[in-house]
């Protein structure tokens, strides 16, 4: 279902340069889990915080089938409500720039998302081929990797069990961004502590069908600078580690905290200080929203 990009009931006309307001903010702490998340909430799963002016909850999904579902479902409400929507996923929204060349043959990164999504398998469960997709990606270099890392037991051809020399690429091992946020995992490291790999994998095509399916409402940033309804961003909740630690209530799992701080901070920032944010960064490598914001963030949550 495609959707136009024009005025919609509620939001009035906005005069060239000026900022829109959000309404809604949403941070997504996504998982790769293998199997449906316990019933009771527990670390390591999918974590869906959503915050407007008067009200904030979060929400625990399962599964990436059931977090998909509840993301449309809520964007769909904010469409229908005349609301703006800014939504924030804590993985990276792309690979470092040459990557996307080299596996699809064009440098735009949503040529990636849709390469992903039609290789991924991801079923209602979680069961998915993310390792086999890499191992299919490596299998293009002559070099070892870029991706690496995998589970005790697995015994893919071309995934090297231990982080190999990045060498031989036409493209660098880790993002602008990703050397200028302190702690940032590289896109290719699959297991491990602080591994991000494979959430980009499994949550790239699940982004490509919110895409798909809201057309020219919606935009990602820093990849498009045109204005819509709804306007997706990469996040990481590290950057307020310690106000996120100080502001976590008794018994809240860290992930469900994360995302809860990190979505009323955003969500407090003057418009126009979270319109420049969310326009800044590379266009083909993509950029952590908040990055260097830092203290304007956690001002926000103190106003």
Same mark, same amino acid.
């Given at each position: 279902m495609q959707f136009?990009?024009?005025?919609?009931?509620?939001?009035?006309?906005?005069?060239?340069?000026?900022?829109?307001?959000?309404?809604?903010?949403?941070?997504?702490?996504?998982?790769?889990?293998?199997?449906?998340?316990?019933a009771k909430r527990?670390?390591?799963?999918?974590?869906?915080?959503?915050?407007?002016?008067?009200?904030?909850?979060?929400?625990?999904?399962?599964?990436?089938?059931?977090?998909?579902?509840?993301?449309?479902?809520?964007?769909?409400?904010?469409?229908?409500?005349?609301?703006?929507?800014?939504?924030?996923?804590?993985?990276?929204? =792309?690979?470092?720039?040459? *990557?996307?060349?080299?596996?699809?043959?064009?440098?735009?990164?949503?040529?990636?998302?849709?390469?992903?999504?039609?290789?991924?398998?991801?079923?209602?469960?979680?069961?998915?081929?993310?390792?086999?997709?890499?191992?299919?990606?490596?299998?293009?270099?002559?070099?070892?990797?870029?991706?690496?890392?995998?589970?005790?037991?697995?015994?893919?051809?071309?995934?090297?069990?231990?982080?190999?020399?990045?060498?031989?690429?036409?493209?660098?091992?880790?993002?602008?961004?990703?050397?200028? =946020?302190?702690?940032?995992?590289?896109?290719?490291?699959?297991?491990?502590?602080?591994?991000?790999?494979?959430?980009?994998?499994?949550?790239?095509?699940?982004?490509?069908?919110? +895409?798909?399916h809201f057309g020219?409402?919606?935009?990602?940033?820093? *990849?498009?600078?045109?204005?819509?309804?709804?306007?997706?961003?990469?996040?990481?909740?590290?950057?307020?580690?310690?106000?996120?630690?100080?502001?976590? +209530?008794?018994?809240?799992?860290?992930?469900?905290?994360?995302?809860?701080?990190?979505?009323?901070?955003?969500?407090?920032?003057?418009? +126009?200080?979270?319109?420049?944010?969310?326009?800044?960064?590379?266009?083909?490598?993509?950029?952590?929203?908040?990055?260097?914001?830092?203290? =304007?963030?956690?001002?926000?949550?103190?106003?």
């Amino acid at each position: 279902m495609q959707f136009g990009a024009g005025r919609r009931k509620g939001h009035t006309a906005h005069p060239e340069g000026a900022a829109m307001d959000i309404d809604t903010v949403i941070m997504v702490d996504w998982s790769a889990r293998s199997a449906p998340s316990p019933a009771k909430r527990t670390k390591d799963a999918i974590y869906v915080a959503e915050r407007t002016a008067s009200a904030g909850h979060v929400t625990y999904c399962r599964t990436r089938a059931a977090a998909q579902a509840h993301l449309m479902a809520r964007l769909e409400a904010a469409r229908a409500e005349g609301r703006r929507v800014l939504a924030g996923f804590d993985f990276p929204l =792309a690979y470092p720039k040459g *990557f996307a060349q080299a596996l699809t043959g064009s440098a735009d990164p949503f040529a990636v998302w849709d390469w992903m999504a039609g290789t991924i398998k991801d079923d209602p469960k979680n069961a998915n081929n993310r390792l086999d997709v890499a191992d299919l990606i490596n299998a293009r270099f002559d070099a070892p990797g870029p991706f690496w890392s995998h589970p005790v037991g697995k015994t893919p051809a071309h995934v090297p069990f231990r982080k190999p020399p990045h060498r031989g690429f036409a493209f660098a091992e880790r993002r602008r961004v990703e050397q200028m =946020a302190p702690g940032a995992s590289t896109c290719f490291q699959l297991y491990g502590n602080g591994a991000v790999a494979s959430q980009t994998l499994l949550g790239l095509p699940r982004l490509w069908a919110l +895409r798909q399916h809201f057309g020219d409402a919606l935009a990602v940033r820093p *990849f498009e600078d045109r204005d819509a309804p709804i306007l997706l961003a990469e996040v990481y909740p590290a950057i307020l580690s310690a106000e996120i630690r100080r502001r976590q +209530r008794p018994g809240e799992v860290p992930d469900a905290a994360q995302v809860r701080v990190l979505a009323s901070a955003f969500a407090a920032l003057p418009p +126009r200080h979270l319109d420049a944010i969310l326009r800044e960064g590379c266009p083909e490598e993509g950029w952590i929203a908040g990055l260097g914001h830092q203290a =304007a963030l956690i001002a926000a949550l103190e106003a």
